[in-house]
Every structure is written in C-alpha cells, then in structure tokens.
C-alpha cells in the first residue's frame, strides 16, 4: 500500500473527510433503502460505509484498522491496562482522566444522539440529502468522543 | 500490505457487511435476535481484519484471541462484548422502530441502550470506553 495521506495534517484530515464522507452517503442512504425493505442495496451502502471507514481510519492512523498487538488486542488478557499509555485515561483504562476529557466524549455522545434524532425526521421522510445532516452530527459526535478518550480521530 | 494482510481485509470486510447489512434490514421487522446476530457478524469480521493487521501476524492474532479468551478475564470480557452486542442491537431495533412510529420513550431509550451497549461492548474488547 502507497498511500501516505497519513504523513500530513492536511492529508489526515482531508482522508478523514472524504472516507466519513462516503461513510455518511452510505449510512443515510442505507437506512432509508432498510426503511423501504430494498435488500441489495442495503448490502451494497453497508459494504461502502465500512470502506469508507476503512479509508478515513488508514488516512488517519496509517492503519486500516487497529492492530491486534499487545497493547490493542480485544479480550487479550495479557496487559489490559497498556492502552492508558498514551491516551488520557485513567490507570484502569477504562475512564478519562480529566474533566475535559470527560466533557469531550460526554459532548460528542450528545451530538451523536442529536444525529440520531435528525435521522429519523428524516429518513422518515425518505430524504437521501437531508438525512446526511443526522450522518454527519453522528459521526462526528463519535470521532469528537473518540478523540477525548483516545488521542486519535478514530 | 501482503497477501495475508489483504485477505484478512477482504474476508473480515465480507463478515462486516453482511452482518450490518443484515442489522439494518432484520431492525425494521423488529427482529432484535436476528439483529443480534447480524452485529456479531460485523464484530467477528472486525476482528478477523484486525488478524492480518496484527505485527507477529494473523496465526499470532488468533491464538492471541484465543488464549485470552481461556481465562476468567476472557470469559469476562466476553460476557461484557455480549451484554454490549444485545444492547446495541435492542437499540437499533428500537430506532428503527422509532422511525416507523415516532415516539420520545422509545427514541431516548435507543439512544441510552445503544450508546450504553457500544461502550459496554468495546470495555469487553479493548478494555477502554470508546
């Protein structure tokens, strides 16, 4: 893979943009086709919401996804504890350790929900464009969330 | 990216749409079990991508997995990603739902379960929040 999008702020950024970009056209036509019970399309958003992730995450962390590595591995019993290192959570690495941190994932949780609502006006109403507002307030109420926890966009 | 790295990708990529795309269609006939699954389908292809992206390689990854999951910490961690898988299904369920027939309750209790869940499930996971 040659992609270097990672290398620079504008790069991470811009990567990070386009990819949740797709990721949202996806998730909002993809519901609105679940809402109607059209099966192949819904399999075909859900394929592109995911790549679209995949491209803002490689663009981001230079990784499509998360190693598996000692210090990232899910249900690795071995130190559990190592991904506090460098992210500002407490030593149990499960809860921030600061109010700011706290305030950053309580804030994006929020404008994940506001998202949330936004969709279902409209989806509801069938609305391709507008439902992208619910997409974009979900998913960068979780990227804000994310970053608070972790350190990184994603 | 090797030829392990790309097919870890492309296999966990396949198991990742077809268990959301499942989850989506099975949250509007209010099937929440078989929203269930559809989730675990997306979490075991998440983590079969995370297998070829792993340093010591994909058969590290696994048995990783495994021997971890052999263990009381495993075991509970496992109930944590299961109690999460639930919430966050009952919560898009409960969504979706929503959308058919609008109401408060139930679009505040979707947004409660399936955060809830999300957290509860990724605690399991990774050990941290978010």
């Not at chain 2, 392990?4 to 006939?29: H, K, M, N």
């Amino acid at each position: 893979m040659t992609l270097t999008l990672h290398r620079s702020r504008a790069g991470r950024w811009g990567g990070v943009v386009l990819g949740l970009g797709v990721t949202s056209v996806s998730l909002s036509s993809g519901f609105i086709w679940a809402y109607q019970g059209r099966a192949v399309p819904v399999f075909a958003a859900a394929f592109f919401a995911w790549a679209g992730y995949l491209f803002a995450h490689y663009a981001t962390t230079g990784q499509f996804v998360d190693a598996g590595d000692a210090d990232d591995s899910p249900l690795d019993v071995d130190d559990p504890s190592a991904d506090a290192d460098d992210s500002p959570v407490d030593a149990s690495g499960i809860l921030p350790d600061s109010a700011w941190h706290t305030a950053g994932i309580v804030g994006g949780a929020l404008v994940l929900i506001a998202g949330m609502v936004v969709g279902v006006v409209y989806i509801r109403a069938e609305n391709h464009l507008l439902t992208n507002v619910g997409g974009v307030l979900f998913l960068g109420g979780y990227v804000v969330a994310h970053y608070a926890d972790t350190g990184t966009l994603l | 990216m090797d030829a392990r790295e790309a097919g870890s990708l492309a296999v966990g990529s396949l198991l990742v749409t077809a268990g959301s795309g499942l989850a989506g269609l099975a949250a509007f006939d209010d099937r929440v079990w078989l929203v269930t699954l559809g989730f675990l389908g997306f979490f075991v292809g998440y983590r079969v991508c995370q297998f070829g992206a792993h340093a010591d390689g994909a058969t590290a990854g696994f048995r990783r997995s495994v021997r971890g999951l052999a263990s009381p910490e495993g075991l509970r961690r496992a109930g944590l990603l299961g109690l999460g898988l639930f919430g966050i299904a009952y919560g898009v369920t409960l969504f979706s739902q929503t959308i058919v027939a609008p109401g408060l309750g139930r679009a505040a209790l979707s947004g409660v379960s399936s955060i809830g869940g999300y957290a509860v499930a990724h605690v399991g996971m990774n050990g941290n929040l978010i």
